[in-house]
């Protein structure tokens, strides 16, 4: 990262903005007795997540319970179903009439996946330019909103008022469950929220699934269609 900032993109890259890096500590360095807070998301409140997926959350945070420094605490998702329905509506902002345009002239069939985003997704419209106005304002109130619930987990203030000892990062399922079989990855919302938060993320690997350990709930009773579909492909793995 250093070298590709020291390259000053910004001069060529005018969407950038010309922040040279910074080597000074990180406001996250446990050195000077700060705790590194980590707010934990079990589940986003619309899809559950797999046996296996949750498992993995739970050893992970055990180990980093034993980790000097790191505190961890439950993150309540704020109204993520409704973030889908803001992102599933910028998806396809003509109504993905472009696109459709190009499958047609390509002469080929749509494959599963985009036609259940485009074609089975409840959000997409052509939008006016006063319906992306309007979609872009809500955007922005639920942004700040979720600062607000983000602000909220402070333990208090410093000499200016500002909130001190906030949650540091979110950790959190990158998706609903392991690889689903071919054209069943049908709910993104667990990477999907961040991307219209424009939070930075990344992924990284902690274990894989034990059918004998990872058993699904014969008595799970799904909360909506996108958990219900989920829930489906959860027992076609662990049987």
Same mark, same amino acid.
């Given at each position: 990262?250093?070298?590709?900032?020291?390259?000053?993109?910004?001069?060529?890259?005018?969407?950038?903005?010309?922040?040279?890096?910074?080597?000074?500590?990180?406001?996250?360095?446990?050195?000077?007795?700060?705790?590194?807070? &980590?707010?934990?998301?079990?589940? !986003? #409140?619309?899809?559950?997540?797999? $046996?296996?997926?949750?498992?993995?959350? *739970? /050893?992970?945070?055990?180990?980093?319970?034993?980790?000097?420094?790191?505190?961890?605490?439950?993150?309540?998702?704020?109204?993520?179903?409704?973030?889908?329905?803001?992102?599933?509506?910028?998806?396809?902002?003509?109504?993905?009439?472009? &696109?459709?345009?190009?499958?047609? !002239? #390509?002469?080929?069939?749509?494959? $599963?996946?985009?036609?259940?985003?485009? *074609? /089975?997704?409840?959000?997409?419209?052509?939008?006016?330019?006063?319906?992306?106005?309007?979609?872009?304002?809500?955007?922005?109130?639920?942004?700040?909103?979720?600062?607000?619930?983000?602000?909220?987990?402070?333990?208090?203030?410093?000499?200016?008022?500002?909130?001190?000892?906030?949650?540091?990062?979110?950790?959190? $399922?990158?998706?609903?469950?392991?690889?689903?079989?071919?054209?069943?990855?049908?709910?993104?919302?667990?990477?999907?929220?961040?991307?219209?938060?424009?939070?930075?993320?990344?992924?990284?690997?902690?274990?894989?699934?034990?059918?004998?350990?990872?058993?699904?709930?014969?008595?799970?009773?799904?909360?909506?269609?996108?958990?219900?579909?989920?829930?489906?492909?959860?027992?076609?793995?662990?049987?």
């Amino acid at each position: 990262m250093k070298t590709a900032i020291d390259a000053k993109p910004w001069l060529r890259e005018t969407s950038l903005f010309p922040f040279p890096w910074r080597d000074q500590e990180s406001y996250l360095d446990t050195g000077s007795g700060k705790r590194l807070k &980590v707010g934990v998301m079990w589940d !986003d #409140g619309v899809v559950r997540p797999h $046996p296996p997926v949750t498992r993995a959350l *739970k /050893e992970l945070v055990q180990k980093l319970r034993e980790v000097p420094g790191i505190e961890i605490v439950d993150w309540k998702p704020y109204r993520h179903d409704y973030a889908w329905e803001r992102i599933a509506s910028l998806y396809y902002c003509d109504g993905a009439h472009d &696109v459709l345009d190009i499958i047609t !002239d #390509g002469g080929e069939p749509m494959l $599963p996946l985009s036609e259940f985003i485009i *074609k /089975e997704n409840p959000y997409r419209r052509r939008l006016q330019i006063e319906d992306l106005w309007d979609l872009l304002k809500k955007n922005e109130e639920y942004k700040r909103a979720y600062a607000r619930q983000w602000n909220d987990t402070a333990t208090g203030v410093d000499a200016n008022g500002n909130p001190t000892g906030m949650v540091d990062v979110i950790l959190c $399922p990158v998706g609903p469950g392991a690889a689903p079989s071919l054209n069943q990855a049908r709910y993104w919302g667990y990477t999907a929220q961040w991307n219209l938060l424009d939070y930075p993320a990344v992924v990284f690997p902690v274990t894989k699934v034990k059918p004998d350990v990872d058993v699904v709930e014969s008595d799970y009773i799904p909360r909506n269609e996108k958990d219900e579909f989920n829930y489906k492909l959860c027992k076609l793995y662990t049987r």
